[in-house]
């Protein structure tokens, strides 16, 4: 039996958009318990000529609402990279997770042989089948920047395990 595109793409980001709203939460009481504000964890990075804290969650988000468009064949959203708070990254991830949500499998099945293009600042587009833009491109980028939202947490001294990670 083969796997399907929508089976192998919606329910793995909305699994790991969920675990990641969870996370935020242990951040928020993380944050309360030890007396901070939640604005501290926006900036954090694990190296100085890496992206910080929010950008990983904007980045994350972006590659999921370009996937799920692309591969059914849809506009990709455009969606301001303008969250400022704890809060608003929530909030985006929840956006993200609903978007992730409102697609049919019908939508995205039979997306293997689509063209899918990526655009690039410096000419020339990445060219991909559907399938290969999704094993091999959409979802190693999310789960590195789901990776590094969850390393630079469990950096600031959030209480998170792998199961928390992997989703219970």
């Known amino acids: 039996m083969t796997i399907s595109m ?31 504000d939640t604005a501290v964890y926006l900036t ?4 100085p000529d890496m992206l910080p804290f929010k950008n990983q969650i904007q980045i994350a988000s972006d590659g999921v609402k370009g996937c799920m468009a692309r591969l059914s064949g849809q506009e990709v959203p455009k969606w301001e990279d303008s969250e400022a708070t704890l809060d608003e990254l929530i909030a985006r991830i929840q956006r993200t997770l609903d978007y992730v949500q409102s697609f049919e499998a019908a939508a995205i099945d039979g997306s293997e042989e689509r063209v899918i293009e990526i655009p690039r600042r410096t000419g020339e587009p990445l060219r991909f089948s ?18 590094t939202t969850y390393a630079l947490l469990r ?14």
């Not at 954090?44 to 190296?47: G, K, W």
């Open 130 to 147: 559907g399938e290969n833009f999704l094993r091999h491109f959409a979802l190693p980028n999310f789960y590195f920047h789901a990776t």
């Open 6 to 36: 929508y089976s192998a793409s919606a329910p793995a980001f909305a699994r790991m958009l969920g675990n990641m709203l969870k996370w935020m939460d242990a951040a928020k009481a993380h944050a309360e318990k030890k007396k901070f």
């Open 44 to 47: 954090l990075r694990l190296a």
């Open 155 to 168: 950096h600031a001294g959030v209480e998170l395990g792998k199961m928390d990670y992997l989703g219970r």
